[in-house]
């Protein structure tokens, strides 16, 4: 690792303020950025840590039935806690590993926009707005391609809102040595609707699949989906998994998880 | 450099720290704590695994900095003052959970926390919970045996495999 200063604000204000400077970088749980610094990817001149900030952490439901998420939040609190969202508890719950799940944070997971990553996908298919230290976004215009977001230089993710869907479940492919999903695959029906979103798939990062958001909006039922299928032009293609083979697995995991939403 | 302050098996330490060290580096290289283990340095392998302010965290993937103030465990601090073993270490003993032993400290550190929160796991949820504690030479069998005994239960049900 080059090396660089580390700071601890403790209030979302000072962290801004951190951040001003130049090549100054948020550290939230760390669990992806240590590892990206020890392969010499990122050379910020000043970290700030955002896990000192009390007003950044913690599960509550407010009075309009929105699950409200801080965005410092590590995934094992979201895991255990978030239970008026029980798909959304149980996708925290099966990131990583359990001591990864206590440093790492929602917030830090959707400012990174990992193509593979879990929290992505609830965050699209739960229609959550992002609210920064600035200004509420959502989730549709949050993402922007593989780790790309809509978040400018120095702004924070301070909270995050799901609306609590009817009906919703989270199917994960694991790619079995990372624990990220090779596919993910967030399904939840509202009252308006159903949305699917995709992770792990394409060189696009989190996708939604509205032709499934449309037919399991008129039937849901993972017969609906029979005879549908995305793709592969655009899916990511490894040593894990052709795109063909991505492909054929956001179908078999949205059944899956369609069937287990109920 | 920059001080830290934090309280390691109990005892209040301080040191001089780079932004870049991490906690793994501190607690070997500055505390002499080498019982824990640094493996693959990529947050894989869990042989690092501390207890931060009682949570199990890989201290490979933590900065020094991170932890100012914090309640540090660690190995060391597993056992009693004498000498003794913690439960989950005798276990460990008592059913061979460990070959070569370079995962032990990783694996006794995510067990004792397992087993705060969970005091009666399933094998199941044994399994599970070690999945960030990657050992090369036992194949689990032993450890999750030992982690069952250490929480009183009964280690005649785990089928061999």
Known sequence: MYNFDIVRPSSVADAVAALGEEDAQALGGGQTLIPTLKQRLASPAKLVSLAGIAEMKGVCTGDDGVLCIGGGTTHGTVAAEATAYPALAALAGNIGDPAVRNRGTIGGSLANNDPSACYPSAALASGATIVTNTREIAADDFFEGMFTTALNEGEIICEVRFPVPEKANYQKFEQPASRFALVGVFVAKYADGVRVAVTGASNDGVFRWTEAEAALSSNFSSSALDGMSVSSDDMIADMHGSAAYRAHLVGVMTKRAVAAAG | ?161
């Open chain 2, 1 to 161: 450099m920059a001080k830290v302050e934090m309280t390691v098996n109990g005892k209040t330490v301080s040191g001089e720290v780079e932004g870049r060290t991490l906690l793994s580096d501190f607690i070997r290289g500055g505390l002499q704590l080498t019982g824990t283990h640094v493996g693959c340095d990529t947050s894989q392998c869990g042989a690092c695994v501390v207890h931060v302010n009682g949570q199990a965290v890989k201290s490979c993937t933590m900065f020094a900095a991170e932890a100012e103030g914090a309640e540090v465990t660690t190995i060391e601090g597993i056992g009693g003052n004498d000498g003794s073993l913690s439960t989950v270490q005798q276990a460990f003993q008592d059913y061979h959970g460990l070959q070569c032993g370079f995962c032990t400290p990783g694996m006794v550190m995510s067990a004792t926390a397992l087993l705060k929160d969970n005091p009666k796991p399933t094998e199941a949820e044994i399994r599970e919970y070690l999945e960030g504690n990657i050992c090369r030479c036992t194949g689990y069998h032993n450890i999750v045996k030992a982690i069952m005994a250490a929480s009183g239960q009964d280690v005649g049900a785990i089928a061999a495999e």
